[in-house]
């Protein structure tokens, strides 16, 4: 991915300096040529006689991601339903967890909102994008009508549409709950739903393994070539408020929640999670830094196997702080570049809806980013200058995508301490040797 994103900002950055010594030499039929050859949009009426190679690639890595949304979201969050609803022996642990992975996801989207939110009223996030977008974004409609659709009248409906989140995740609950309260009545479904699951995840990290670095390189050569330098600024931008924010919670956030949760002497957890948050870094996948994670906070960290083999698989479906606060940034980012109006009403609404979106988020590489669709869908976000930010999102993504899954499982691992502290079961001495 770093290779193919330096390449790409090579290549693009070349495509550009040759656009411009064409264009002033007077020779722009060249640059149509290579133009209609490599970049342009076919889809648009005058490219009817185009080929657009980088154009087709990126679009088809883009369609790829966008393949799954609905039956990711569905499948993760009825089997962590399943989980969540298994109140004969751990109905108090469950109870526990949600409130600790609530509690820090506030935390977490109230930081990622200040800073998309600072971001923007700085400038930073401002982009013209003249060749696509001639006038200003709207949302054509309120909306808290995302919330009068959380119960569909339609199921048919629901799973046709990218945007229709809510409604999944109320479908995906009441099906989790009825076949946890049904038991061994529903075991066939139960067991499609995990290997349609494990599919998912397995086809997403194939795409973003074997598919993704050259998309990458497309996705930045195109971007540069057609659009510029400019648009990369407030991309950089994105990616420098998204790393703070990431950084300052993880450094802080945590320390911070431990502190309050427990009255532990948080530096002691830094110290020891530090290992799990560069595993998680360097794989880019929470279902990887499992076995690890599991380890340190049992062995170093003196939580019950028990509460740990809970809280932890159920924390990496459900527990996305690090996503979250991506997808906050990221919206207003986008929203800011396409010229929708941003305020705090429309920010709290994008918590929420990331909130509930990143819940559905499989512990793959790169699937944060695909949830972020459903984000901006459920927004109205969707003029073709939104969907170029996406884009743009999607190319330059990666090095944030790694430091979200150090936020998610030192999450988890915060969490665990947490509930096995209130459990009275923390082996204390263990804690702090």
């Known amino acids: 991915m770093a290779i193919a994103l330096i390449l790409g900002l090579i290549a693009g950055t070349s495509f550009i300096l040759l656009r411009e010594s064409l264009i002033s030499n007077g020779d722009l039929d060249t640059w149509t040529l290579i133009n209609n050859l490599l970049f342009q949009d076919i889809s648009k009426p005058e490219a009817n006689k185009a080929i657009g190679i980088f154009y087709i690639v990126g679009q088809l890595f883009i369609n790829s991601l966008q393949l799954v949304i609905v039956p990711m979201v569905f499948t993760s969050i009825t089997l962590a339903m399943c989980n969540i609803s298994d109140t004969k022996k751990l109905g108090r642990i469950s109870y526990k967890t949600i409130l600790g992975f609530l509690a820090s996801s506030i935390f977490a989207l109230v930081l990622a909102g200040i800073f998309g ?158 290992k799990v948050a560069l595993f998680g870094f360097s794989t880019s996948s929470s279902a990887a830094t499992l076995p690890l994670n599991t380890k340190t906070i049992v062995e170093e960290l003196g939580v019950n196997e028990e509460i740990a083999s809970f809280t932890l698989p159920l924390g990496m479906t459900i527990n996305m ?94 969490t665990a301490v947490y509930v096995s502290k209130s459990e009275n079961n923390l082996n204390e001495e263990i804690y702090k040797a």
């Open 117 to 274: 939110l600072t971001a923007h009223k700085m400038g930073l996030f401002n982009v013209n994008i003249d060749n696509i977008a001639s006038s200003e974004g709207t949302t054509g409609s309120n909306p808290l009508l995302v919330f009068v659709q959380a119960i569909p009248n339609n199921i048919g409906s629901v799973f046709s549409e990218n945007g229709r989140v809510l409604s999944i995740v109320f479908l995906a609950s009441i099906t989790g709950i009825c076949i946890n309260t049904l038991g061994n009545q529903i075991l066939v479904l139960k067991n499609i739903l995990q290997d349609i699951n494990k599919i998912i995840t397995t086809f997403l990290t194939f795409v973003i393994t074997k598919f993704g670095p050259i998309a990458i390189f497309v996705l930045i050569t195109r971007t540069f070539a057609i659009y510029g330098v400019d648009h990369l600024k407030p991309a950089l931008a994105y990616v420098f408020t998204a790393t703070i924010a990431l950084l300052i919670f993880l450094s802080f956030g945590y320390a911070l929640f431990i502190y309050i949760s427990t009255g532990l002497n948080p530096v002691k957890f830094i110290k020891k999670i530090t």
């Open 321 to 414: 702080n690090g996503t979250a606060i991506m997808q906050v940034i990221a919206a207003i980012f986008i929203a800011s570049s396409a010229g929708y109006e941003i305020t705090v009403g429309n920010i709290l609404i994008i918590a929420l809806l990331a909130l509930i979106a990143s819940i559905g988020t499989p512990a793959a590489p790169g699937a944060g980013a695909i949830i972020l669709f459903t984000v901006l869908t459920g927004m109205g976000y969707n003029n073709d200058a939104a969907v170029l930010a996406y884009s743009l999102i999607l190319a330059i993504n990666r090095p944030i995508e790694m430091l979200v899954t150090s936020l998610n499982v030192v999450g988890d691992a915060a």
